[in-house]
């Protein structure tokens, strides 16, 4: 992920929003790694574009995302101000999961669009993992 970092440009086009900034160098990982990569050994199930699609489509991420930089800012001091720390790493994926979960339990249709426990797993892993590298600016 560190060579889609430097080839997406969209920290550049969008400065001040980074969520958005973040989660296009997530799309292309997933596009690459998921459904070319995998999709090329892996068979079977609701096969790879089903469960990469579900990373990069909705605005559900983008959502679980935005909570976790609001959570940050409220309870870290803001982007790159959280220390680097296995405590804090998990005070936030936590929240952040947590939130996507009820989330997922409030909304039906967000339970529907991820209809496999693999793909919500993965969407909450990339949420809580994005947020955790814009808190502590480390990955």
């Not at 790694?33 to 090329?40: H, K, N, T, V």
């Not at 790879?48 to 699609?53: C, I, N």
């Not at 605005?59 to 679980?64: A, E, P, S």
Request: net charge negative.
């Amino acid at each position: 992920f560190g060579h889609f970092a430097d080839m997406i440009q969209s920290d550049r086009k969008y400065p001040n929003d980074p969520v958005r900034s973040s989660l296009e160098i997530v799309a292309a990982g997933c596009m690459l790694f998921d459904q070319i990569w995998l999709g090329s050994y892996m068979s079977g199930g609701v096969g790879f574009t089903q469960y990469a699609t579900a990373a990069y489509t909705d605005n559900i991420l983008d959502d679980y995302t935005q909570y976790g930089v609001d959570y940050i800012k409220k309870n870290h001091g803001g982007i790159a101000m959280a220390k680097a720390t296995q405590e804090v790493v998990n005070d936030i994926a936590t929240e952040v999961t947590l939130y996507g979960t009820e989330q997922y339990e409030d909304y039906p249709t967000a339970l529907e669009s991820h209809f496999g426990g693999s793909q919500r797993a993965t969407v909450l892993a990339a949420a809580s993992g994005v947020t955790a590298a814009l808190a502590t600016a480390n990955s």
